[in-house]
């Protein structure tokens, strides 16, 4: 069984999204349409698996 890991909320989830952002945005460039926070850590005060995810949306996929 895999053990999952769960947290109380980091005020610096927020933070460490938008530094990765700024990495997605310097490697796919113009082909960037919105990137978003998803998942738990995304939502202010929630307890949470401590794992940023991201969900980039680029012009077109190919």
Not at 22 to 33: D, H, Q
Request: net charge positive; charged share 25%.
């Amino acid at each position: 069984m895999r053990k999952v890991e769960v947290t109380a909320y980091n005020k610096n989830w927020p933070l460490m999204y938008e530094e990765e952002t700024v990495k997605l945005r310097k490697i796919l460039g113009a082909e960037i349409y919105k990137i978003y926070h998803i998942g738990s850590t995304s939502v202010d005060g929630l307890i949470a698996k401590p794992v940023i995810d991201i969900m980039p949306v680029v012009r077109d996929v190919n």
